[in-house]
């Protein structure tokens, strides 16, 4: 069983920076897809970016683009998210997910992750 623990949220003002991991156990990043989402307050669950088993292929959504980076420690089985420039409207939960898909995952499409971690607040005061 795959689980996943996010860590590294937190309050930082507007124009900040902040690094989320996601530490991986009982799969290996080589055989997961993975993708980080937030959720706001009233809001959608919101595709943040993904990046495939490879670990060559990123994906970003349009909100983050050019301010994100998501990378992966292989030999710490982890994942991150580098933010900066952060804006108030990038306060939500932030979760971590995998997917054991092959050609089906669609990396913003959060209905193609079967693991979830319990997510970590980033909050971005103005």
């Known amino acids: 069983q795959v689980q996943l623990v996010e860590s590294g949220g937190g309050l930082v003002q507007a124009g900040g920076s902040l690094r989320l991991s996601c530490s991986v156990s009982?799969?290996?990043?080589?055989?997961?897809?993975m993708g980080w989402f937030r959720q706001a307050p009233g809001k959608e669950r919101e595709f943040v970016a993904g990046?495939?088993?490879?670990?060559?292929?990123?994906y970003y959504g349009d909100s983050v683009k050019g301010r994100f980076i998501m990378s992966r420690e292989n030999t710490k089985n982890m994942v991150n998210l580098q933010m900066e420039s952060l804006k108030p409207e990038d306060t939500a939960v932030y979760y971590c997910?995998?997917?054991?898909?092959?050609?089906?995952?669609?990396?913003?499409?959060?209905?193609?992750?079967?693991?979830w971690g319990q997510g970590t607040q980033v909050t971005v005061a103005s």
């Open positions: 990046l495939t088993r490879s670990g060559l292929t990123t």
């Open positions: 009982g799969g290996t990043l080589s055989n997961l897809h």
């Open positions: 997910a995998t997917s054991l898909r092959g050609t089906t995952w669609s990396p913003h499409d959060w209905n193609t992750y079967e693991h």
